[in-house]
């Protein structure tokens, strides 16, 4: 028998109701060795000041990030926040904002939504966006599956330089929709055409890359676009640094049908991994195919310009089985916050963003490259991340850098082993000259030390 606490008179009269002699008869269809045998072992309930006590002492075993300095990457990036963000998201009117069914009573919610839309097609250069997903990895995912139909059948290409967790989590709704998922080779860091000019086939759905792909390389995007196209398949193109759509040229103007991305970096800060907020964009062509919300705006019966909710295709109050994407909620909190970071920034102030990280990741490049035993990985152009081949275990610096209140660079060996050891550092505008020659310093003392 699992262990079921005492029922109340209530709950007895519930299960009842339903035909249910007991609690147990519930948990039936749950596996035996799955299932707990024993009370939860939970403390003692304890007064408030207490509770505040120990949850105090557990967070003081966190490690302070506002006293380290930071050289990780590899999906969600530290960039400056301005104050504004922060304090016009928390007015009450956006954080107790949920989906904005009634418009006579959301109009300012909506208006928000509808210029975050409008934000986020400018900085892709594609037709239409919608009101946000949960993160990067499921924009990709929603991707696929816009790609593949409602039957679910097909073959999308995937490079191995398309960020792992996204590339999990493919693999994920892949197995459970039926359609199939294949690698593409890598050459110098980027997504070999050959390859994929293989790989093609007429049940080629979608082929899908990142750019900057994970490793901060730039892709070949045009000899991608043209050889995807020559076959009808569509072009999915990935982003896990939006910052850098202030640098290089908009997924739209070289041909991408749909871009998926991560939008942590836009007006949110890194905690924990999380929270995330996905970006979805598309030509116009799909837009009764978008997964999520859509925010439209017309003209009401006194002349007045109003937004409303519009193309719902994927509500399953609406739409139920036949809704093109099952997405139940989105991230309105985020994606406000976003809208408030780009119109805070301006155009102006979005491009020196780019600038800035170009500027300062290739000088911690040259500087790094510089200490003996570290040498570029791949020989690409990048946009605020580059790898390196490291001289030492990537653990062993990484370990090594924390004690000197640094937060190194992503072991690559996570998850790409055959690359050995290399480390994959990332420079945003956070990051100053000083704090770079500090790294680098670091990394010469390490280096020497373990070879002496």
């Given at each position: 028998?699992?262990?079921?606490?005492?029922?109340?008179?209530?709950?007895?009269?519930?299960?009842?109701?339903i035909?249910?002699?007991?609690?147990?008869?519930?948990?039936?269809?749950?596996?035996?060795?799955?299932?707990l045998?024993?009370?939860?072992?939970?403390?003692?309930?304890?007064?408030?000041?207490?509770?505040?006590?120990?949850?105090?002492?557990?967070?003081?075993?966190?490690?302070d990030?506002?006293?380290?300095?930071?050289?990780?990457?590899?999906?969600?990036?530290?960039?400056?926040?301005?104050?504004?963000?922060?304090?016009?998201?928390?007015?009450?009117?956006?954080?107790?904002?949920?989906?904005p069914?009634?418009?006579?009573?959301?109009?300012?919610?909506?208006?928000?939504?509808?210029?975050?839309?409008?934000?986020?097609?400018?900085?892709?250069?594609?037709?239409?966006?919608?009101?946000?997903?949960?993160?990067?990895?499921?924009?990709?995912?929603?991707?696929?599956?816009?790609?593949v139909?409602?039957?679910?059948?097909?073959?999308?290409?995937?490079?191995?330089?398309?960020?792992?967790?996204?590339?999990?989590?493919?693999?994920?709704?892949?197995?459970?929709?039926?359609?199939?998922?294949?690698?593409?080779?890598?050459?110098?860091g980027?997504?070999?055409?050959?390859?994929?000019?293989?790989?093609?086939?007429?049940?080629?759905?979608?082929?899908?890359?990142?750019?900057?792909?994970?490793?901060?390389?730039?892709?070949?995007?045009?000899a991608?676009?043209?050889?995807?196209?020559?076959?009808?398949?569509?072009?999915?193109?990935?982003?896990?640094?939006?910052?850098?759509?202030?640098?290089?040229?908009?997924?739209?103007?070289?041909?991408?049908?749909?871009v998926?991305?991560?939008?942590?970096?836009?007006?949110?800060?890194?905690?924990?991994?999380?929270?995330?907020?996905?970006?979805?964009?598309?030509?116009?062509?799909?837009?009764?195919?978008?997964?999520?919300?859509?925010?439209?705006?017309?003209?009401?019966?006194?002349?007045?310009?109003?937004?409303?909710?519009?193309?719902?295709?994927?509500?399953?109050?609406?739409?139920?089985?036949?809704?093109?994407?099952?997405?139940?909620?989105?991230?309105?909190?985020?994606?406000?916050?976003?809208?408030?970071?780009?119109?805070?920034?301006?155009?102006?102030?979005?491009?020196?963003?780019?600038?800035?990280?170009?500027?300062?990741?290739?000088?911690?490049?040259r500087?790094?490259?510089a200490?003996?035993?570290?040498?570029?990985?791949?020989?690409?152009?990048?946009?605020?991340?580059?790898?390196?081949?490291?001289?030492?275990?990537?653990?062993?610096?990484?370990?090594?850098?924390?004690?000197?209140?640094?937060?190194?660079?992503?072991?690559?060996?996570e998850d790409?082993?055959?690359?050995?050891?290399?480390?994959?550092?990332?420079?945003?505008?956070?990051?100053?000259?000083?704090?770079?020659?500090?790294?680098?310093?670091?990394?010469?003392?390490?280096?020497?030390?373990?070879?002496?």
């Amino acid at each position: 028998m699992s262990y079921v606490p005492n029922t109340t008179e209530e709950q007895r009269e519930m299960l009842r109701a339903i035909g249910a002699d007991s609690i147990e008869d519930l948990l039936a269809p749950i596996p035996a060795d799955v299932r707990l045998k024993r009370p939860l072992n939970l403390p003692a309930s304890l007064p408030e000041r207490d509770v505040r006590r120990t949850l105090t002492a557990l967070a003081e075993r966190n490690a302070d990030l506002d006293h380290f300095v930071s050289f990780l990457g590899a999906g969600s990036y530290e960039h400056y926040v301005p104050s504004a963000v922060p304090h016009l998201v928390k007015r009450s009117e956006y954080y107790t904002s949920y989906t904005p069914y009634q418009p006579e009573v959301s109009q300012g919610m909506l208006q928000a939504t509808y210029e975050f839309q409008t934000m986020v097609c400018q900085i892709t250069g594609m037709d239409v966006a919608n009101a946000s997903l949960y993160d990067g990895a499921t924009a990709v995912v929603e991707a696929a599956l816009l790609a593949v139909g409602p039957e679910g059948v097909g073959e999308v290409l995937i490079s191995r330089a398309l960020d792992p967790q996204y590339r999990a989590t493919l693999q994920t709704y892949a197995h459970a929709r039926g359609f199939t998922l294949r690698d593409l080779a890598l050459e110098d860091g980027v997504t070999e055409l050959g390859a994929l000019e293989a790989a093609l086939t007429p049940q080629t759905k979608a082929v899908v890359v990142q750019h900057p792909n994970f490793f901060g390389a730039l892709e070949d995007v045009r000899a991608i676009e043209r050889l995807v196209h020559a076959t009808g398949a569509l072009f999915v193109v990935a982003i896990s640094e939006p910052a850098s759509l202030a640098a290089l040229e908009p997924p739209g103007a070289y041909g991408a049908d749909i871009v998926a991305a991560e939008g942590q970096s836009l007006g949110s800060a890194q905690g924990y991994g999380g929270p995330a907020l996905g970006l979805f964009a598309t030509r116009e062509k799909f837009v009764r195919r978008l997964p999520g919300r859509l925010v439209g705006r017309t003209i009401d019966n006194r002349g007045q310009d109003g937004y409303v909710l519009t193309l719902q295709t994927r509500e399953q109050h609406i739409r139920r089985e036949r809704a093109t994407s099952n997405i139940c909620t989105n991230q309105a909190l985020l994606a406000v916050a976003a809208s408030v970071y780009l119109a805070t920034l301006g155009k102006q102030g979005f491009a020196e963003l780019g600038a800035q990280c170009l500027r300062r990741a290739h000088y911690a490049q040259r500087r790094i490259c510089a200490v003996p035993g570290f040498t570029p990985l791949f020989e690409r152009p990048f946009f605020d991340e580059f790898a390196v081949a490291a001289p030492l275990p990537p653990g062993q610096i990484n370990t090594a850098l924390r004690d000197l209140g640094i937060v190194g660079g992503y072991d690559l060996g996570e998850d790409y082993p055959e690359y050995g050891n290399a480390m994959q550092f990332c420079v945003t505008e956070t990051r100053t000259r000083e704090e770079i020659d500090t790294l680098v310093a670091a990394l010469e003392e390490i280096v020497g030390g373990a070879h002496e």
